[in-house]
């Protein structure tokens, strides 16, 4: 059974940190793309940051560019997003997913392609307050 579990969400102070983890099963995480979404209430899906499975390109929505870092660790089977500095505008439900198959080009494209996203975890809530 494939699973995408978020941990790491919370209530923080603007200005702080957190670090959201992605942990994957039941498919060849090496073979996947990882992207980071989020959506606050009212508000579209948007796509944050992925990473490539082909060769760590990265990609970050200009919003989180120089705050938000994503990696991965392929030994854990598990994707990472540090996120400082955040603001009240980060407050979302972010959300991990997975996708195999397209060139790095395709995975750090903008915006990122959602439709093409084949795996999709819960969520987890992360609140900014001012």
């Known amino acids: 059974e494939v699973q995408l579990v978020e941990s790491g969400g919370g209530l923080v102070q603007a200005g702080g940190s957190l670090r959201l983890s992605c942990a994957a099963s039941?498919?060849?995480?090496?073979?996947?793309?990882i992207g980071w979404f989020r959506q606050a209430p009212g508000k579209k899906r948007e796509g944050v940051s992925s990473?490539?499975?082909?060769?760590?390109?990265?990609y970050y929505t200009n919003s989180v560019k120089g705050r938000f870092t994503i990696s991965r660790d392929n030994a854990k089977n598990t994707v990472y997003l540090q996120m400082n500095s955040l603001k009240p505008e980060d407050t979302a439900v972010y959300i991990c997913a997975a996708t195999t198959g397209l060139p790095p080009t395709v995975v750090t494209a903008s915006p990122m392609p959602r439709a093409l996203y084949d795996y999709w975890g819960q969520g987890t809530q992360v609140t900014v307050s001012a």
């Open positions: 990473i490539s499975s082909r060769d760590g390109t990265t």
């Open positions: 039941g498919f060849t995480f090496d073979n996947y793309n």
